[in-house]
């Protein structure tokens, strides 16, 4: 490879994905894990169909890996990222190795609302983390931060927490015999899975409500 005509990419989202690159930019390198601070993921798009973006935020951080990439695969990337209405680029400081380098990231365009990823836009970026040895919890927050703007307020923090769309949810999974339902993690995990975020967010805010819902049937 030509260095002088490559150029270093953070890739945050779905490009974390080892077996995804291979076949979008196959001259691509990859060189290892760095961390982009000062920076928070989020999901933004339509809901069910929300793709990955970098938004500035103090104090948080961003797990990326880095690319050494040629002008080709660059125009590989242009057009899966639709750079540039849909994505920009920029250039910005991560620590790679204990040493600050310059590389060029894609980030989203604003206007576009906070919404959740559709399961196998999520099943790839976690593979990715998986197998960069990332932090799962940043990757999952994220899902759960940008499907929580999405949701009714009102219907999570009403007198009745378990609307109808909510016990139909937690019914499938307990008549699908999958997992103890006291599982709260578990649950969680599967109702990621289903694109139940409703669940999703029950579960992380008022689990002691759920467990009651669970032994007594009690809204």
């Given amino acids: 490879m030509n260095t002088e005509s490559s150029t270093l990419y953070?890739?945050?989202?779905?490009?974390?994905?080892?077996?995804q690159m291979a076949q979008r930019c196959p001259?691509?390198?990859?060189?290892?894990?760095?961390?982009?601070?000062g920076y928070r993921l989020l999901f933004r798009g339509d809901r069910g169909g929300a793709v990955a973006?970098?938004?500035?935020?103090?104090?948080?951080?961003?797990?990326?890996?880095?690319?050494?990439?040629?002008?080709?695969?660059?125009?590989?990337?242009?057009?899966?990222?639709?750079?540039p209405w849909l994505y920009r680029k920029e250039t910005v400081k991560v620590r790679y190795k204990g040493k600050w380098v310059e590389a060029m990231i894609y980030i989203m365009n604003e206007g576009r609302p906070l919404g959740s990823p559709s399961?196998?836009?999520?099943?790839?970026?976690?593979e990715g983390y998986v197998n960069a040895r990332f932090d799962l919890a940043i990757f999952v927050k994220a899902v759960r931060d940008s499907t929580c703007s999405t949701l009714k307020r009102g219907e999570i923090m009403d007198k009745t927490l378990f609307t109808d769309r909510i016990v139909e949810q937690i019914m499938a999974i307990r008549t699908s015999g999958e997992i103890n339902m006291f599982d709260i993690k578990g649950v969680q995990h599967i109702a990621h899975g289903r694109q139940f975020y409703e669940l999703v967010v029950l579960l992380e805010e008022f689990p002691e409500k759920y467990t009651e819902f669970i032994l007594h049937g009690k809204k």
Avoid: H
Avoid at 10 to 19: E, M, Q, T
Avoid at 27 to 37: D, E, F, I, R
């Fill in 10 to 19: 953070a890739a945050y989202g779905s490009n974390l994905n080892l077996r």
């Fill in 27 to 37: 001259t691509a390198k990859v060189m290892g894990g760095a961390k982009l601070a």
């Fill in 53 to 83: 973006t970098v938004e500035k935020e103090k104090g948080c951080s961003v797990p990326v890996l880095v690319w050494k990439i040629t002008p080709q695969d660059e125009v590989a990337l242009d057009r899966y990222e639709g750079y």
């Fill in 119 to 126: 399961r196998y836009y999520f099943e790839v970026i976690k």
